[in-house]
Structure formats: structure tokens, C-alpha cells
């Protein structure tokens, strides 16, 4: 049993939480042993019975190799930073997923993965480390998807579909066969993208049009 704590305490983070707890329910896998967040305003507030133990610093007394992390930070920039920072404190990470999300024998998962209830991913398919695929999406056969993405609620990847590093998918978007998403790109809620589209972009709309240069 993984001695477990969730990075962050937003409304992600106790979704991660039900992910947790519904695992258990099914064996048990995890002690779960609360929240770690920045804001000292969090710290000691009781959140769906667990506690926010604190920031970082909780760790300094403690054998970090032997506690579990999972993110639970919905921006995949913000997460790129915490699981940064948690990595170089020698901190491991375990995969989170739903017992009702279907994942065949052919799907390859980096750690740090998070998948919620009612997910399908079919076969030939690759995840990357930290990525986070929301409720009820649908990722279809030879998918890559690369590390700290966002899948939100609903989307709905096509065959041979790739994202690069960091691409948020909104709510409800679909990506026809055989498109590539570049890096750190963020594709709107409801969006329908049926070409490529390059790094560091926003693009929204049917079919999705760039629409914003989100360059550093």
C-alpha cells in the first residue's frame, strides 16, 4: 500500500481525491495522507475528510522516497512547476486511475497519470508522464500524448492523433485522424481541429482557427 499525497488542493486535486478513494474501494491501494499546497491560508482546512498538511516544507521531516505524489493541479504550466520542485526532493509518483475508465492491455503510461471515471483508450496508445485526461474522453488507437497535457471533460481524440509537451485540450474539443498539436498549445472549449496546428498557439472555433501567439 502507497503512503499517497495529492500536490495542490483546488477542485482537481479532490477529484483526484475520489479517484483515490474509489481505487480503494475496489483493493486497497493507497493511505491516503492529505493535500500539500503553498498557500498558507490552506493549511490545517479539512477537505472531504483529509487534511492539508502544508507546503513543501511538510516534507523535510519525513523520508521522502517513501511517500507517493500525484499532481492535482489542472494547468499543465503550474503542474510542470510543482512536479518539479517535488521531483528534486526525491519525491516518486504513482498513476491514479478510475476502476471505470477501459484501458486495453495496449496502452503505455508514464507516471505521475491521472484518469477519471468514464474514460475509453483504445490500443497503440501513448501517454506521457503527468498528463491528465478528464471525465469521459476518448482517446482513439496510435494516439501519442506527450507529458503535463490536459484532456478536459468530453474531448474526443481521433486515430494517430499527437500532442506535444503541454497541450490543454478544453471541454468538448475533437481532433480529427492524424492531426499534431505543438507544444504548450491550448485548443478552446468545443473546438473542432481538423489540421495541424504549430507550438505556442491558441486556436478555438469549427473548424479551429488560430486565434492568439501564446509564445514566451
Same mark, same amino acid.
Not at 501517454?127 to 494516439?143: E, F, P, Q
Not at 499527437?162 to 480529427?176: H, P
Not at 492531426?179 to 478555438?204: F, K, M, R, Y
Given at each position: 500500500?502507497?503512503?499517497?499525497?495529492?500536490?495542490?488542493?483546488?477542485?482537481?486535486?479532490?477529484?483526484?481525491?475520489?479517484?483515490?478513494?474509489?481505487?480503494?474501494?475496489?483493493?486497497?491501494?493507497?493511505?491516503?495522507?492529505?493535500?500539500?499546497?503553498?498557500?498558507?491560508?490552506?493549511?490545517?482546512?479539512?477537505?472531504?475528510?483529509?487534511?492539508?498538511?502544508?507546503?513543501?516544507?511538510?516534507?523535510?521531516?519525513?523520508?521522502?522516497?517513501?511517500?507517493?505524489?500525484?499532481?492535482?493541479?489542472?494547468?499543465?504550466?503550474?503542474?510542470?512547476?510543482?512536479?518539479?520542485?517535488?521531483?528534486?526532493?526525491?519525491?516518486?509518483?504513482?498513476?491514479?486511475?478510475?476502476?471505470?475508465?477501459?484501458?486495453?492491455?495496449?496502452?503505455?503510461?508514464?507516471?505521475?497519470?491521472?484518469?477519471?471515471?468514464?474514460? =475509453?483508450?483504445?490500443?497503440?496508445?501513448?501517454?506521457?508522464?503527468?498528463?491528465? =485526461?478528464?471525465?469521459?474522453?476518448?482517446?482513439?488507437?496510435?494516439?501519442?500524448?506527450?507529458?503535463?497535457?490536459?484532456?478536459?471533460?468530453?474531448?474526443?481524440?481521433?486515430?494517430?492523433?499527437?500532442?506535444?509537451?503541454?497541450?490543454?485540450?478544453?471541454?468538448?474539443?475533437?481532433?480529427?485522424?492524424?492531426?499534431?498539436?505543438?507544444?504548450?498549445?491550448?485548443?478552446?472549449?468545443?473546438?473542432?481541429?481538423?489540421?495541424?496546428?504549430?507550438?505556442?498557439?491558441?486556436?478555438?472555433?469549427?473548424?479551429?482557427?488560430?486565434?492568439?501567439?501564446?509564445?514566451?
Amino acid at each position: 500500500m502507497k503512503s499517497t499525497v495529492i500536490l495542490g488542493a483546488g477542485g482537481f486535486a479532490r477529484e483526484v481525491l475520489d479517484i483515490l478513494l474509489a481505487q480503494n474501494g475496489v483493493s486497497k491501494q493507497h493511505e491516503i495522507l492529505g493535500f500539500i499546497d503553498e498557500n498558507p491560508a490552506m493549511k490545517g482546512r479539512i477537505l472531504n475528510g483529509y487534511p492539508v498538511l502544508g507546503a513543501f516544507d511538510w516534507f523535510a521531516s519525513k523520508d521522502q522516497g517513501a511517500i507517493h505524489a500525484v499532481c492535482g493541479i489542472g494547468s499543465p504550466v503550474q503542474r510542470k512547476k510543482v512536479v518539479t520542485e517535488a521531483g528534486e526532493m526525491g519525491l516518486r509518483f504513482c498513476n491514479v486511475i478510475h476502476p471505470t475508465a477501459v484501458l486495453t492491455p495496449f496502452v503505455s503510461l508514464g507516471v505521475g497519470v491521472v484518469i477519471t471515471a468514464g474514460t =475509453i483508450l483504445t490500443n497503440q496508445i501513448v501517454i506521457g508522464s503527468h498528463v491528465h =485526461i478528464n471525465l469521459g474522453a476518448t482517446i482513439g488507437h496510435d494516439c501519442v500524448i506527450e507529458q503535463f497535457c490536459t484532456i478536459a471533460p468530453g474531448v474526443h481524440l481521433s486515430g494517430n492523433v499527437k500532442l506535444g509537451i503541454g497541450v490543454d485540450v478544453g471541454t468538448g474539443a475533437v481532433i480529427i485522424q492524424g492531426c499534431s498539436i505543438g507544444n504548450w498549445t491550448v485548443i478552446g472549449a468545443g473546438a473542432a481541429v481538423i489540421e495541424d496546428l504549430p507550438d505556442h498557439v491558441t486556436a478555438v472555433g469549427v473548424p479551429a482557427r488560430v486565434v492568439k501567439d501564446r509564445r514566451p
